[in-house]
C-alpha cells in the first residue's frame, strides 16, 4: 500500500510564498516520476510540475519561472515552492506518484487572496 501526504497549504496574499510537500510511504519501488496537479472550482484538473525519475522537471507555462519542483530521493519526497502567487493560483494542488498506476496526496488547499 502506498500513501502520499500532503502539507504546506494555506492562505497567503498574492505575490507571497509557499511550499508544499508530499511525502510517500509504503511499498515504493521504481518510482517513474513525482509532481503536482492542481483544481480549481469548476475548473478542470492541470498539471502543475513534475520531475522524472532521472530528475528531468516540467512546468506549466502559468507557473514556469514562479514555481520549483525538487525531490528528496531519501525521504521519497516532493516539494513545490511556490513564489510570487496569484490569486489565479487558487487551487487543490494534488501531488502524484507514478509508481505501477499513480497514487495521489489527499490535496490541499492554496488560496491566493488579499
Known amino acids: 500500500q502506498v500513501q502520499l501526504v500532503e502539507s504546506g497549504g494555506g492562505l497567503v496574499q498574492p505575490g507571497g510564498s509557499l511550499r508544499l510537500s508530499c511525502a510517500a510511504s509504503?511499498?515504493?519501488?521504481?518510482?517513474?516520476?513525482m509532481g503536482w496537479y492542481r483544481q480549481a472550482p469548476g475548473k478542470q484538473r492541470e498539471l502543475v510540475a513534475d520531475i522524472s525519475s532521472g530528475g528531468f522537471v516540467n512546468y506549466a507555462d502559468s507557473v514556469k519561472g514562479r514555481f520549483t519542483i525538487s525531490r528528496d530521493n531519501a525521504k521519497n519526497t516532493v516539494y513545490l515552492e511556490m513564489n510570487s502567487l496569484k490569486p489565479e493560483d487558487t487551487a487543490v494542488y494534488y501531488c502524484?506518484?507514478?509508481?505501477?498506476?499513480?497514487?495521489w496526496g489527499q490535496g490541499t488547499q492554496v488560496t491566493v487572496s488579499s
Open positions: 509504503g511499498s515504493i519501488f521504481r518510482i517513474n516520476g
Open positions: 502524484y506518484l507514478a509508481l505501477e498506476r499513480i497514487y
